[in-house]
């Protein structure tokens, strides 16, 4: 059984920086695309960044030049890289898998709240 733990979450000052985590545990093959996103309290969810096995990376206007989607195929692990946080990025992060055959896998999420 596929399991996708989350790691890295937490309370930061505007302007601070947090490095989320995402490692697959189980047998899980043919990764594609890997992505992180987020909801809002009363808000839907959204796409923040995804990133395929080829490396190339996509981001929310919202998040870009800020944030930094990166992950290590060897070890089925995707990071998020959050540097110059604003309190409107305060949510909940879901890490996101989908195999080339189309199957898709959610973390349980990690909380990151931006409040000083």
């Known amino acids: 059984q596929v399991q996708l733990v989350e790691s890295g979450g937490g309370l ?3 302007g601070g ?3 989320l985590s ?3 545990s189980g047998t899980i093959f043919n990764i594609n695309t ?5 909801q ?3 808000k839907e969810r959204e796409l923040a960044a995804a990133i395929t096995q080829g490396g190339s990376a996509i981001y929310a206007d919202s998040v870009k030049g800020r944030f930094t989607i990166s ?3 060897a ?9 110059s946080l604003k309190p409107e990025d305060t949510a909940v992060y879901y890490c996101n898998i989908v195999t080339k055959f189309g199957y898709a896998y959610w ?3 990690t909380q990151v709240t931006v409040s000083s």
């Open 12 to 14: 930061v000052q505007p």
């Open 17 to 19: 920086s947090l490095r």
């Open 22 to 24: 995402c490692a697959a």
């Open 34 to 38: 890997m992505a992180w996103y987020r």
């Open 40 to 42: 809002a309290p009363g």
């Open 71 to 73: 992950r290590d195929n």
């Open 75 to 83: 070890k089925n692990t995707v990071y998020l890289q959050m540097n």
């Open 107 to 109: 973390g349980q999420g």
